[in-house]
């Protein structure tokens, strides 16, 4: 995705040739694109705080209890496929 946002466009070729920073400038520049960057990383930051959150709660472990076995019988028995006949 780098190169292709890199790349120096031009409507009559559909060729991706050369490499400028004109694409950069322009998003950073835009106060639309900019908003839509801060809601994005305020999204990914706002998940990221609330799982942390909920992980530190189970003391950190991700795995939740209840999908856990409790015993090797019990484990060995978890992954044996049903048998339907």
């Known amino acids: 995705m780098a190169p292709v946002s890199l790349a120096n466009f031009e409507p009559t070729s559909p060729d991706l040739s050369g490499l400028t920073f004109e694409n950069c400038l322009r998003f950073l520049g835009e106060p639309f694109y900019l908003t839509i960057l801060g809601r994005t990383l305020l999204v990914a930051l706002s998940c990221t ?10 003391g ?20 044996t496929p049903a048998r339907r006949w």
Not at 49 to 58: H, S, T, Y
Not at 64 to 77: G, I, Q
């Open 49 to 58: 705080a609330g799982w942390m959150v909920l992980l530190a709660d189970k």
């Open 60 to 79: 950190g472990s991700s795995t939740p209890r209840s999908c856990m076995p409790t015993s090797s019988a019990s484990r060995s028995a978890s992954f």
